[in-house]
């Protein structure tokens, strides 16, 4: 079946645009997860869904990040006014219970 | 803090080699533990999990992991390494059951193989 998929796969900007990557999860998975993959630091956890609750935004590096999920299906990872330091690979997962499944990602450039 | 360690950072091994890779963590409850691995140019792909039940998984393509409670740790074991298993190799942590809904992946810093023909 149809697994996560990201888009665009790749994006390259400039310093202080605004950038918005997508997420289409597995049909029927009720939570999704944002996590940034960046040279050097690993994969960290940047904000998870859960049906219709409140997300848990705890891992948003800053007030430049916002994310949002409409019809507890897509979404949509914001980034304003990028700046360099945000050049990664954000990764997006969802998952019906217990294990995460992954898109391919998208890489982010800023220059 | 939760944090998980992998000792290796890049193994060479030549094929038929046994593979083992160290994955300890840090955190005194109820813990989820996954392998996840990364091929060249493809996604994160998972290769085992463990629960709870017996501490000794078992995975797609041939991988193992233990389970040692006392030691925080879960190490991936595979005996007979291929060219094809040349890969990034990432060990995660959740909360277990009783910690919430929300099962943030808590990740390594993974570690490259290379296998030799």
């Known amino acids: 079946g149809a697994g996560v998929s990201q888009s665009p796969s790749n994006k390259v900007t400039e310093k202080g645009k605004d950038v918005e990557l997508r997420c289409d999860p597995i049909?029927?998975?009720?939570?999704l997860y944002w996590y940034r993959q960046s040279l050097g630091q690993g994969l960290e956890f940047l904000i998870y869904?859960?049906?219709?609750?409140?997300?848990?935004k705890s891992g948003l590096p800053s007030d430049r990040f916002s994310a949002e999920r409409t019809g507890g299906s897509v979404s949509t990872l914001t980034i304003q006014r990028t700046q360099q330091e945000d050049s990664a690979v954000y990764l997006c997962?969802?998952?019906?219970?217990?294990?995460?499944?992954f898109g391919p990602g998208t890489r982010l450039l800023v220059l | 803090a939760q944090s998980v360690s992998q000792h290796n950072h890049h193994v060479i091994l030549s094929e038929a080699a046994s593979l083992e890779l160290g994955c300890n963590y840090s955190?005194?409850?109820?813990?989820?533990l996954f392998w996840y691995v990364q091929y060249p140019g493809q996604h994160l792909q998972l290769l085992l999990k463990?629960?709870?039940?017996d501490p000794l998984v078992k995975g797609i393509k041939g991988f193992e992991a233990e389970f040692i409670k006392s030691k925080f740790s879960f190490n991936l074991r595979k005996p007979s390494v291929q060219w094809s298993d040349t890969a990034e190799y990432f060990c995660?942590?959740?909360?277990?059951?009783?910690?919430?809904?929300?099962?943030?992946?808590?990740w390594g810093l993974g570690t490259s193989l290379a296998v030799n023909p």
């Open positions: 995660a942590v959740n909360h277990g059951v009783n910690a919430g809904n929300n099962r943030k992946l808590i």
């Open positions: 955190y005194g409850g109820t813990v989820n």
């Open positions: 463990y629960f709870s039940g």
């Open positions: 049909s029927g998975h009720t939570a």
């Open positions: 869904f859960q049906g219709n609750s409140a997300p848990d």
């Open positions: 997962a969802s998952s019906p219970s217990e294990t995460q499944y």
